[in-house]
């Protein structure tokens, strides 16, 4: 099976998850307050609702990657085929992407369990810093792949202006891709660097901007070969 590869990820956050239990204290902090410090601490068995969630993602990336993948099956030509075959297996991409970054996060919050200072309610600062340098190469990833995808409503950078044909689609995509690229590694090395409150800020700032970037250059294409495809 295509998404074979979501189960397998998700079984290593499940078996971390148990293995964990037996070394991680009974009480460990479970959430950050803007400022980066521990402001609940909770039960450690409480690490199996974000396993639980992670679950609750891979079955929705498995239902998608089910129907783009019957739509392939049942294209009615090889064009259409093609574009749905792609498709699926950027789906596969991006549920993988996505469930081994919840992973990466979830083992980070393993290893704030043995922080101490961080229970006596201390500056975590490395929580951003995590967040941000993960999300950054998630960035990267989702931007080198983007170029790839075919014109579609659920995948890729999907304005009124790159859904009109598939000439506008792939240079929007294209153009889109290396914006998220460049925002990533903008976001990696802000996040090393700011860490806080402050790196997140910044993320987002720059995530906004390549969506406005992108969105703008879409119409920009449309108007130059809107009748073309």
């Not at 998850?17 to 950050?32: K, Q």
């Not at 297996?89 to 991006?94: A, M, P, W």
């Not at 989702?142 to 790159?162: H, Y």
Request: glycine fraction near 8%; aromatic fraction near 12%; proline fraction near 1%.
């Amino acid at each position: 099976m295509k998404a074979k590869i979501l189960w397998v990820i998700l079984s290593i956050n499940l078996i971390l998850t148990a293995v964990a239990m037996n070394f991680l204290p009974d009480e460990m902090p479970l959430h950050y307050n803007a400022e980066g410090i521990v402001d609940r601490i909770g039960s450690k068995y409480e690490l199996f609702t974000l396993t639980a969630l992670a679950a609750v993602f891979v079955i929705f990336w498995q239902v998608l990657v089910y129907f783009f993948d019957r739509k392939a099956r049942r294209a009615a030509d090889e064009k259409s085929q093609k574009e749905a075959a792609a498709n699926t297996k950027l789906l596969v991409f991006f549920g993988a992407l996505q469930t081994g970054i919840m992973t990466v996060i979830q083992v980070f919050f393993m290893l704030a369990g043995f922080d101490i200072g961080a229970v006596n309610g201390s500056s975590s600062d490395w929580t951003f810093k995590v967040l941000c340098i993960v999300c950054g190469v998630g960035f990267i990833a989702i931007g080198n792949v983007l170029p790839k995808t075919k014109r579609n409503g659920l995948i890729g950078l999907r304005t009124q202006w790159s859904m009109k044909n598939d000439i506008v689609w792939a240079k929007s995509n294209r153009f889109a891709g290396v914006l998220l690229c460049a925002a990533g590694v903008i976001t990696v090395i802000e996040g090393a660097l700011l860490g806080g409150l402050a790196s997140v800020f910044a993320m987002l700032g720059t995530i906004i901007a390549v969506s406005v970037a992108a969105a703008v250059y879409s119409y920009i294409v449309y108007k130059q070969d809107g009748e073309q495809g």
